[in-house]
Structure formats: C-alpha cells, structure tokens
C-alpha cells in the first residue's frame, strides 16, 4: 500500500474557510460554543435561537474574532421560521455546507404519569420535531449543492433511561433513530448525518435543571465517572470532527460525550 493511501484527511485549524454552517440554539451553551469554533475555524456561521438578545450576542463574538455571523430568531418547531432562516442562510452567504441541530429544552425531574400531555407535546415539539423540521430542509438545499454534513444533538439520555425523565429520553432516542435512518437515505448522496450525544454538560440548561445550587450541581456530579461536567467546547470540538473530511466515512454514528456516564 501506498504511503499517500494510508493518509488521515485531516481538518487543521482555518480548514473550513469558504464554508457556511447553520447552528440552532446559538445563543448559549454547546451552541454558541460550537458556533464560536466554526468561526476560529474559518467558517461564516449562521446562529439561530428563539432568544433573539442571547443570539445577537453570539453573532458579536463570532465577528469579535474576525468572523463573518449572520443572527437570525428561529422556533425550530415553526416550519415557516426554519424555512426562512434558511433562506435567510443562502441569502447572505449563497450555500450551506454543514448544519448543527442544537436547540433542545430540558424537562423538569417528573415521573412519567405525572406528566401533562402539555408536557410531552412542548419537549417532544422542539427536541425532535424541531430536528426533524431543520433537517428535512437543510437536505433540500445540500441536495442542490452536492452535499454537505449535519450534526443533530441527542444527549446521554438518548442512549439509556433516566428516572424522571420520560418525555426528554424519549425524545432524545428519537433524535438517533431519525438521524440514523435520514443518513442511510442520503450517503451515497454526499450528505454525511450524525448525531452527539453529550453528558451533564456545565450549561445555563443545566444550571435550571439542577436548580442552580451547589447541592444540585454536585448531585449530578457525583454521576459522572470523571468527577466534573463536561465542557461545552468539548462537544464543540466533537461536532467540527463530525462535519470535517476527517469524518467522512462516519455515517450515522452517535457519538457519546459522557464522561463515561453511559459506559
């Protein structure tokens, strides 16, 4: 075998220079953390978040570091608001080239016959329809173009059960199932799906769910195998490789960042 058959296409900093990225839940937490690395990375990103203020804020920072940032309000259970994002998208910069499917709630700790069907339909709503909506018309435009990757967020929670959280699990397992089989519909059409599936990441999110106490905070904790939560920019970092060359051949993978939580 070749030397040059043997070689790791690599994505080294600036790589995704010329590219257009789209990130829903931008104006804090993972999203904003991984639209921040788009833009360090070279790329024009799109942000887009329900929270307009939080969102403007994310597009400051992104041209704080010489990037160029579009802001764009989006309820991603909105068909209308995602199509017009996007169009918005390809107005202002003329492609996408990768999408990061972020924006999720949280569900407050409830056992599941306690739950409003209110309840269901609101979390249900924006983590898995809210993917399903973004998806569906991110393909329509990378199908033009000749490709491109996206990136959905599932969580922990995605892969196992947790007590009092019923509707959030069953929403995040949906978001595998629909990336996997949407990847297996489009592979041989040059667009790569995969989804992250991130531990008890240090997030405002995550501040609410716990209450915001020390106490809350270190009961989670005490559940992550490496003693802390996540970082934000740790799963950033994850799904750049996702949307990299270097992950070309990963098609319809969830990746796990736990901490070893789920192992």
Known sequence: MRESDMATPVNDNGSFTGK???VTGAGS????????????????????????????ETARLIEQQGSRALAVRCNVTQTDDVKSALDKTIEAFGRLDFAFNNAGIEQPVMAAGDLTEQDWDRIVAVNLRGVFLCM?????LMLKQGGGAIVNTSSGAGVKGFQGQAAYAAAKHGVIGLTKSAALDYA??????NAVCPGIISTAMMDRFTGGTVEGREKVISQEP???????????????????????????????IDGGQTA
Do not use: Y
């Open 226 to 256: 490496v003693g802390r939560m996540g970082k934000p920019e740790e799963i950033a970092a994850a799904v750049l490789w996702l949307c990299s060359d270097a992950a070309a051949f990963v098609v319809g993978h969830a990746l796990v």
């Open 136 to 140: 569906k018309h991110e393909i329509l």
């Open 29 to 56: 937490g993972i999203g904003r953390a991984t639209a921040l690395a788009f833009a360090r990375a070279g790329a024009s990103v799109v942000v887009a978040d329900i929270g307009e203020q939080s969102n403007q």
């Open 20 to 22: 257009v990225g789209f």
């Open 188 to 193: 041989a059409q040059n667009i790569h799906i």
